[in-house]
């Protein structure tokens, strides 16, 4: 099978690099690749079966002793070129990416150029992964105290950013000097293939980067069980994440978990409205709501809440829903039935418990998964979508009466990653930036993440920091050596 439009078709594969070696499906089994624009399959790629994994692991271990062995330097230049390689080839691998994940050719370009900043990044941080001397207790004696690599790596990735969660984790853990085999969601493991080729056209040895698709929790067990995986970082559900911790605690994984949000988006009645109503598009409607930190409740100050209902339900107005190559489209279908289903679920619960449509509440005359960008006022912290993400173009307004109010709803959740706020007021801006329970705050901004900042959760949203120097600890063992006898 194929993808049309692309510039250079060798990026489309459908076999799994192990080992130095692509695999296809042969007359084994596979799995079918669809497009959620319109259902048709559009590939189909091997599920392995856990000896081949246990191959790429193996790989990886021998592989990972030659790549920490080589210089800071030397990694950083090949870490760099595959940088260089995606940004170079980002159109195609936007074409890839919106085929089977549904995005508009747009934000699948953003999402793969942003991302693979984490690599530019990392391939940076590789040169300043700095140890300590620390003052001893006695005269004849030295501490020091060395960064070493993990080792080897495991990382299993979800739909909704196919491409831009892999360069996320591959980065770091290269610059330490890990290796890493990567498992896509079955939804869309095109993308992580395509970064196996340009990884191998950069130069980054066999065995460092390697991708495998196959079923979810047989790879899961494998991963979690083999001795030689060092850590596991993991981007999903707050389900899975658990199931992880439990299987990984058999060989003290190490574990990066990016799981679940539910996060609150705060008006106060001190904000500037029309920046607000412009941040919480793009908080609410970025990937169709399909994003860990989009805003699943927006409490806005009941002096405004009506103005801002009619100000956002007009902008919804205004996006453009459709497949992701067609031009001007700014809404994608949703990822599959199941989420179109939940969607559906939460706006009956807050229909059916008072809460009143200002826009959209239906299907989308595209039909398939494609739904209306949809606008709810008179939400009450009562309804559904008040404490499960819905993971939905679906924008609920709860209005609030004090400061104190809202921040206790907004905590009243067992997320934590992240959540946004708009006011003009310096000291309720620290105020609140302290008080909210979550690893991420946007003060007056709608879209926070990049590679410079450390992005994750407090409470079940996860474990651990992606980005800025405090990513790359995730992939580091901190070793004290004691010199006496001086
Ligand atoms: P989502 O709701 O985003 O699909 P999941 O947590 O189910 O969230 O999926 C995220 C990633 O975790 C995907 O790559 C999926 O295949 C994988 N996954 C799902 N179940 C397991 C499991 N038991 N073990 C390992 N990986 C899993």
Redesign the pocket.
């Known amino acids: 099978m194929a993808i049309t439009g692309l510039t250079d078709p060798s990026l489309f594969t459908e076999s799994c690099l192990v080992a130095g070696e692509w695999i296809g499906a042969g007359t084994g089994a596979s799995i079918p690749v669809t497009d959620p624009a319109d259902g048709s399959v559009i590939a189909a790629v091997p599920s392995l079966d856990t000896a081949a994994v246990r191959r790429a692991i193996d790989a990886a271990e021998a592989a990972q002793k030659n790549w920490a062995k080589r210089s800071a330097k030397e990694r950083a230049g090949l870490i760099r070129r595959w940088y260089e390689l995606i940004v170079a080839n980002a159109d195609d691998l936007a074409r890839i990416l919106t085929a089977e994940q549904g995005k508009p050719l747009a934000e699948a370009k953003g999402e793969i150029v942003a991302n693979a900043a984490y690599l530019e990044w990392f391939a940076e941080e590789a040169k300043r992964v700095y140890g300590d001397i620390v003052p001893p207790p006695g005269a004849d004696r030295r501490i020091l105290v060395m960064k070493q690599p993990v080792g080897v790596c495991a990382a299993?990735?979800?739909?909704?950013f196919p491409n831009g969660m892999i360069t996320r984790k591959a980065g770091p853990a290269l610059a330490a000097g890990c290796s890493i085999v990567v498992?896509?969601?079955?939804?869309t493991p095109l993308s992580a293939l395509s970064l196996g080729v340009l990884a191998e056209r950069a130069g980054i040895p066999a065995g460092v980067f390697q991708v495998v698709t196959g079923k979810?929790?047989e790879?899961?067990?494998e991963?979690?069980a083999n001795p030689k995986v060092a850590k596991i970082s993991?981007?999903?559900?707050?389900?899975?994440?658990r199931?992880?911790m439990r299987?990984g605690a058999a060989t003290i994984k190490r574990l990066s978990l990016e799981l679940?949000g539910n996060a609150p988006f705060i008006v106060f009645e001190d904000a500037d409205l029309d920046a607000a109503v412009e941040g919480a598009m793009i908080a609410k409607f970025r990937n169709s709501g399909q994003t860990c930190v989009c805003a699943n409740r927006i409490y806005v100050h009941e002096s405004l809440a009506d103005a801002f209902a009619q100000k956002l339900a007009a902008a919804a107005d205004g996006l453009k829903v459709g497949r992701g190559t067609e031009a001007g489209v700014t809404q994608g279908p949703l990822?599959d039935e199941a989420a179109v289903a939940k969607m559906e679920e939460h706006l009956r619960n807050a229909l059916d418990n008072g809460a009143r449509l200002v826009t959209g509440g239906g299907r989308h005359e595209l039909g398939g998964t494609f739904f209306q960008p949809t606008v709810l006022s008179g939400v009450t912290q009562a309804m559904k979508l008040a404490h499960e993400e819905t993971?939905a173009p679906l924008a609920p307004i709860i209005p609030f009466a004090s400061e104190a109010d809202v921040v206790a709803m907004a905590n009243d959740t067992e997320f934590g990653l992240a959540a946004y706020f708009y006011t003009r007021d310096l000291a309720r801006m620290f105020r609140v930036a302290e008080a909210l329970e979550s690893g991420i705050v946007g003060v007056n901004s709608g879209l926070i993440a990049n590679e410079m900042a450390p992005f994750g959760g407090y409470k079940q949203s996860g474990l651990g920091r992606e980005g800025s120097k405090y990513g790359i600890e995730e992939y580091l063992e901190t070793k004290y050596v004691c010199v006496a006898g001086l």
């Open positions: 299993i990735t979800p739909w909704n498992k896509p969601a079955s939804q979810a929790r790879i899961g067990t991963f979690t993991f981007t999903g559900s707050t389900e899975v994440g199931w992880l299987e679940g990822i993971f």
